[in-house]
């Protein structure tokens, strides 16, 4: 797989720390020839350790807020500059819910919270996509990529209003990537990665039984962030250059499971344990 992006240049949002996916996609981008700018809100800029994963990759790093326009502007601006025009893609990795940080039950949810996950969350990827269309910054046949997660078509507990704003994201990949296969042809997808142990993901109530939830039911296990990293990779090719508006899951083939014979197993031991309890108190 090496040496699929050589020549190509791209955007990078959302790499914290090593844990990060952005952080595993600036890697594997690299390793394949592109160059890069790295991006995250100014406040990500100053905590995390993107300044290591610049100097590895050889990378800028431009902080911008996405949820500001002016923010979006001056680096799509300064990327061009950078890149000496323009370049063939982006990764969108940008999400956080104050609901689930404070631990807000969905029923009980906080509206002003709410607007700012959509805010954060969805809304930063039509703003990026709106800007790059108006200054015509991507090249034809580039690559759009935005990270979601399988609540957006389902229910899991603990997710929040997370799952309203992973619904809005791949509803804006839908619509943009129409206007934009059409009348550029760039294309835009989703990713529906595998709970992840990220930095943000961590802060998901249950988070940890969520993922060994996912692990027993899928048939392949979890993807892992590197493995996203490589999937990524590849849709930024010109190997998938007619793969656009698709939300493609990569979950080790949870999102088509209804129950395997892990979980099975896992249920009914439960029953088995609370039997024996039972049983001693008698």
């Known amino acids: 797989m090496e040496g699929l992006l050589k020549g190509k240049k791209g955007i990078i949002f959302g790499a914290l720390n090593e844990k990060s996916i952005a952080w595993q996609v600036a890697l594997k981008a690299r390793e394949n020839g592109a160059s890069l700018v790295l991006t995250n809100s100014p406040v990500a800029v100053r905590m995390g350790s ?84 108006r200054l015509d910054a991507i090249r034809e046949w580039g690559s759009v990529v935005a990270l979601s997660y399988v609540a957006a078509q389902r229910t899991l507990t603990g997710y929040n209003d997370m799952g309203d704003a992973k619904a809005l994201l791949e ?27 990220t930095t943000a993901g961590a802060g998901i109530h249950g988070f940890g039984s969520l993922v060994d939830f996912s692990e027993r039911m899928s048939p392949l296990g979890n993807a892992t962030a590197e493995e996203c990293a490589d999937y990524c990779v590849v849709l930024f090719s010109d190997l998938t250059r007619k793969v656009t508006m698709q939300n493609l899951y990569h979950d080790g083939g949870f999102s088509s499971m209804g129950m395997s014979l892990k979980a099975i197993e896992q249920y009914q031991k439960s029953f088995d344990e609370c039997d024996c309890d039972e049983k001693h108190k008698g």
């Open 50 to 133: 993107i300044n290591e994963l610049a100097e590895e990759t050889g990378s800028k790093i431009i902080a911008a807020d996405a949820t500001r326009m002016e923010d979006i502007e001056n680096l799509l601006h300064q990327s061009m500059e950078i890149f000496g025009g323009q370049f063939d893609f982006i990764l969108h990795s940008i999400g956080m819910s104050p609901n689930v940080r404070k631990d807000i039950p969905y029923e009980q949810t906080n509206y002003e919270n709410m607007l700012k996950t959509f805010d954060i969350s969805a809304l930063s990827f039509h703003r990026i996509l709106q800007t790059a269309y």
């Open 171 to 197: 509803s804006i990949a839908r619509s943009f990537g129409y206007i934009y296969g059409r009348d550029r042809k760039v294309r835009i997808n989703t990713i529906s990665q595998s709970p992840t142990p």
